[in-house]
């Protein structure tokens, strides 16, 4: 397997409309809880399907019904070219997918056909879900834990499922080999992925990638980002909860549910790093922390600076602050031999500027994107849509997973106190949870709290996950 590959760029974006750009997937949830009358003034402002035979409908499985899964279905939703509908639903938890259902329905009305049989809950809801979607068609959206990902993405293959992933894709080195041999197979039987990586569509960005490889900033020799936002603290578990829910519906708290908070999220940052310097890396290092008076009780550090080292000695910087009442940041900038420029604004803003040496300052503009008329998650969903429809090659989870092991290299590096190289990093064995593939609620818990309610927190020198 090659350990230091070319990256695959994305398709070049065909803009479908002049649709102005909508509010985030975050703030869809945000907005179920308004009034019955504003959401429906909402869902008759959007266009319906139009009447289609089966066949010219692309049918849609939600695997993961929280709030990401929601908006990624309203953005499917705002994809042009032909009919899509919602007609599976899977979920560990009853009360949460029940919600998704409601609110997705008042939102969409007939574009959402989940008759109750098609509402599956469990661990193995994801493949009942799956089963009922039609092969070389339809799209398992798998929009849950990424811990259970691998094995999500390695049935749906199978299967010959077409798949959205969300991010991230793996919490360890062997999950993030079994993306990589799923995305193999997928090439081999024509099934097509895209990833939650939805940056890589931004046409603003794809736009200074293109002046970035025609010489613009010159050699690229820095590449730093910033994420620095106010995070809450895991508070005791109630003891009506049972263990292994709570860990579940804390997901972000718990590494072996999702990689821990700080891989979760700035999968994103470093995803754009490696996208900006068009290498991945081959060592990374770095340190963090925990303020003293913390009363988090989960296994995340508060604080991070990772320092990525690419294959010419160019340095790549993710740097990460959740401590409420601080300077907070949501930005990523490069720079070249010749001036630097800005590569994302908050929240994955499009915000792409060009500077004229290396201050990056608004009066010191050289060049800069106008407002992006989709969304990076519409433009998405717009390509994925179009290349089933169109029957083009469409594979980001090789890339998706390179990402994702550039994350885990950072994570270590931290956690564990040390350097870590891109070779050790994919060769390791090291898992969090060796047999969730067959975990149920019966199951104990894969990490367990100590007398306080405290979870494990990396050491520095002691700590163990490569």
């Not at 620095?228 to 603290?233: D, F, K, L, V, Y």
Request: aromatic fraction near 10%.
């Amino acid at each position: 397997m090659d350990d230091s590959p070319t990256p695959t760029m994305p398709p070049t974006l065909r803009t479908p409309d002049s649709r102005p750009a909508r509010s985030t997937r975050r703030s869809f949830l945000a907005r179920g809880g308004q009034t019955a009358a504003t959401v429906a003034l909402a869902s008759l402002a959007r266009p319906r399907a139009r009447a289609a035979g089966d066949n010219d409908t692309i049918q849609l499985a939600l695997i993961g019904c929280g709030g990401r899964g929601s908006g990624a279905v309203r953005d499917a939703f705002d994809a042009t070219g032909g009919p899509v509908k919602l007609t599976a639903m899977a979920d560990l938890f009853e009360n949460r997918l029940n919600a998704a259902h409601k609110n997705l329905t008042t939102a969409f009305g007939d574009r959402i056909d989940v008759p109750p049989e098609q509402r599956f809950l469990g661990f193995d809801a994801y493949r009942r879900a799956i089963d009922t979607l039609r092969p070389g068609r339809d799209v398992a959206m798998l929009t849950g834990y990424a811990g259970f990902r691998p094995g999500q993405l390695e049935y749906a293959v199978q299967r010959g499922v077409h798949v959205f992933m969300e991010k991230s894709f793996a919490t360890d080195p062997v999950g993030i080999r079994r993306i990589l041999a799923a995305a193999e197979e997928a090439d081999r039987k024509g099934v097509k992925i895209a990833a939650g990586l939805q940056c890589r569509h931004s046409v603003n960005r794809q736009e200074l990638i293109k002046r970035i490889r025609d010489g613009a900033l010159g050699d690229i020799h820095q590449i730093r980002a910033y994420r620095m936002e106010a995070s809450g603290p895991l508070r005791p578990r109630p003891a009506a909860t049972p263990e292994l829910e709570w860990q579940l519906r804390n997901f972000t708290k718990f590494y072996w549910v999702s990689g821990g908070l700080w891989a979760e999220m700035d999968i994103h940052q470093v995803d754009e790093i490696c996208w900006l310097k068009d290498q991945w890396p081959v060592t990374a290092h770095g340190v963090g922390g925990r303020i003293a008076t913390s009363t988090d009780l989960s296994q995340n550090l508060d604080s991070f600076s990772v320092e990525w080292t690419f294959p010419d000695g160019a340095k790549g910087y993710d740097v990460v602050r959740y401590v409420p009442r601080c300077y907070n940041d949501f930005v990523t900038y490069v720079h070249g031999t010749k001036c630097a420029a800005q590569f994302s604004g908050k929240v994955h803003a499009g915000t792409v500027r060009i500077f004229k040496d290396q201050r990056c300052e608004p009066d010191n503009i050289a060049w800069e994107a106008p407002p992006e008329k989709l969304t990076p998650w519409q433009a998405e969903w717009q390509v994925f849509l179009d290349a089933i429809r169109q029957n083009r090659p469409h594979n980001e989870a090789k890339r998706a997973a390179y990402a994702n092991l550039a994350d885990i290299m950072g994570r270590a590096a931290v956690h564990m106190g040390r350097i870590i190289t891109w070779k050790e990093a994919l060769a390791s064995n090291f898992t969090w949870c060796a047999d969730i593939d067959r975990l149920s609620f019966d199951a104990p818990p894969p990490v367990k709290a100590d007398a306080q309610g405290r979870y494990p927190v990396p050491v520095p020198g002691q700590w163990t996950e490569i």
